[in-house]
């Protein structure tokens, strides 16, 4: 009994050893370039992606320095020009 189970194992190693050594076949130029062309739109597409999220970001940053920029005009000048400041008397 134990032999049968070993011999059958030993078979199931070897048929599944000789499938997978089937899918390891070279693959032609046309099924490269068919891949590559696949994975270099996944790259793209992902990179566009990226860049989306990084404009949106660049946005809102842009609305912060904005808003600060207002906030900064809206101070007293007197340091920077004490003659022209409406704090003298």
Do not use: C, H, W
Not at 1 to 19: D, S
Not at 20 to 32: F, I, N, S, V, Y
């Amino acid at each position: 009994m134990r032999n049968a189970v070993k011999v059958g194992a030993l078979l199931l190693a070897m048929t599944t050893g000789a499938a997978l050594a089937e899918d390891k076949k070279p693959m032609t130029t046309q099924q490269a370039m068919a891949y590559v062309k696949k994975m270099d739109a996944q790259d793209r597409a992902t990179m566009m992606d990226q860049a989306k999220q990084l404009d949106a970001q660049i946005t809102q940053l842009q609305a912060s320095v904005r808003a600060l920029m207002k906030e900064l005009e809206k101070t007293p000048k007197y340091f920077d020009d004490p003659l022209k400041s409406s704090l003298t008397p």
